[in-house]
């Protein structure tokens, strides 16, 4: 029981940490309530050592039997109780020359010729870092598409960006001429494809079957003037001989 204690006693702080100091360190973006979706705070825990075990199950039993919890639920929804610390988002023109962001690979296509808009309520996150906006872009695709944005191009300087903590920056849409990446995958071409041919005999005495041969063997067919056919054919009877006289 102590033991469970204590184990509770460390997510509570771990959770106090990410939701109410630096969400932004572990790629996380609050809602203007404080709120963050309790998948993606878990997707971004098992990111870190030690956090991988963590379940939406732990989190409840930490609400339920901690009397003085951190941390507050509503639905799907998580926020820290402490969120003095949390800094607001603002509008920022002074930004790095460069910004990463990833995209899903089948959105890539798309993405090239009209680029990025985010819902209603969304953020677009971008980094200044490569490597937290993989770790972003690797939470919805596991092989994501990396994208620079071109801040200093004339394309960006219509977007408003926001900068959320040290390394996040935020956007609601990026024209597709600000945007630069690896180029798109050629199409694969399919060729029509044509009758298929007999196979021919591979050794002395086999044989292939003709689709256009009788489904009896090649037996000979019936004359439409009502003989037969080929080899097949049967001779006409022999007429019958007359009664000799001496056996009347």
């Known amino acids: 029981m102590a033991g469970r204690q204590r184990a509770l006693r460390e997510l509570a702080n771990m959770l106090a940490y990410v939701l109410g100091r630096r969400p932004d360190e572990f790629g996380l973006v609050p809602d203007p309530e404080g709120y963050v979706r309790i998948k993606d705070l878990l997707k971004a825990l098992w990111e870190e050592p ?13 609400v339920l039997s901690l009397p003085d919890a951190p941390v507050e639920i509503i639905e799907n929804r998580i926020r820290a109780v402490d969120r003095g610390h ?39 996150v971008l980094s200044d870092d490569r490597e937290m906006a993989q770790r972003l872009g690797k939470r919805s695709d596991a092989s ?19 900068q959320a903590g040290e390394n996040l920056y935020l956007a609601k849409s990026l024209p597709p001429e600000c945007l630069s990446g690896p180029p798109l995958p050629k199409e694969k071409k399919t060729e029509p494809k044509g009758p298929a041919k007999p196979l021919a005999p591979k050794e002395p005495g086999s044989f292939y079957l003709d689709p256009t041969r009788s489904r009896r063997g090649g037996r000979p067919q019936p004359d439409p003037d009502g003989g037969s056919r080929g080899k097949g054919r049967r001779k006409g009877r022999k007429p019958r001989r007359e009664r000799p006289p001496w056996r009347s």
């Open 50 to 62: 030690g956090w991988k075990h963590i379940r939406r199950a732990a989190i409840d039993e930490l």
């Open 86 to 124: 949390l800094r607001t988002p603002e509008a920022v023109r002074n930004l790095p020359k460069l910004l990463y962001i990833c995209v899903r690979r089948r959105a890539h296509p798309v993405v090239v010729s009209k680029g990025m808009r985010t819902t209603e309520g969304g953020w677009l």
């Open 144 to 162: 994501p598409v990396l994208l620079t944005v071109h801040t200093g191009s004339r394309a960006a300087r219509s977007v408003i960006f926001f």
